[in-house]
T-cell receptor
């Protein structure tokens, strides 16, 4: 079974630009979560999507947004990039049962390393 | 609110020796889970081991074991017979069932020396 894939793996953008990152979950997984990892703040939860709906959201400004498609693939978008947005962005997928409850077993992708100059 | 504390920013261990990475947690949930992830320099988070709060026995996965002491709210990771490939960042985390998210500690950088 293929793992979680993220594209692109590396990205360099300029302040003020916007960026879109993509995540393809493991086949059969319908929940996709996004995390930001920085040296200063560590690993922080951005949001979780399930069945094309944002189900949970972390404490990030509105410049950070996301969406999920019917095939469970997810994208996250950051508008008006700031230097502080430079980070490793990790996507994780998990299985969700018919009750809508997601498994705690999160499978992570390799991440997208974003550098803002 | 849940919180994970890892007090060791970095650790050294000799190859083939055992090493313990510390983790304490704080949660108001009655039922919770504790995790350890390994993150090599490539960036990917690799799941190592899981302990449920109601599991009476300590979890083990190959060379990894989790020393779970509920009363002390600690969930230390023990790596036996360290290998050079174990050099990486190690994160302790807990799962928030209410918000479907992992809450991570700050991590411990482990360096295995030959």
């Amino acid at each position: 079974k293929a793992g979680v894939t993220q594209t692109p793996r590396y990205l360099i953008k300029t302040r003020g630009q916007q960026v879109t990152l993509s995540c393809s979950p493991i086949s059969g997984h319908r929940s996709v979560s996004w995390y930001q990892q920085t040296p200063g703040q560590g690993l922080q939860f951005l949001f979780e999507y399930f069945s094309e709906t944002q189900r949970n959201k972390g404490n990030f400004p509105g410049r950070f947004s996301g969406r999920q498609f019917s095939n469970s693939r997810s994208e996250m978008n950051v508008s008006t990039l700031e230097l502080g947005d430079s980070a490793l962005y990790l996507c994780a997928s998990s299985y969700t049962g018919t009750s809508g409850r997601s498994s705690y077993e999160q499978y992570f992708g390799p991440g997208t390393r974003l550098t803002v100059t | 609110a849940q919180k994970i504390t890892q007090t060791q920013p970095g650790m050294f261990v000799q190859e083939k020796e055992a090493v313990t990475l510390d983790c304490t947690y704080d949660t108001s949930d009655q039922s919770y889970g504790l995790f350890w992830y390994k993150q090599p320099s490539s960036g990917e988070m690799i799941f190592l081991i899981y302990q449920g709060s109601y599991d009476e026995q300590n979890a083990t996965e190959g060379r990894y074991s989790l020393n779970f002491q509920k009363a002390r709210k600690s969930a230390n990771l023990v790596i036996s017979a360290s290998q050079l490939g174990d050099s990486a960042m190690y994160f302790c985390a807990t799962w928030s069932g209410a918000t479907n998210k992992l809450i991570f500690g700050t991590g411990t950088l482990l360096a295995v020396q030959p």
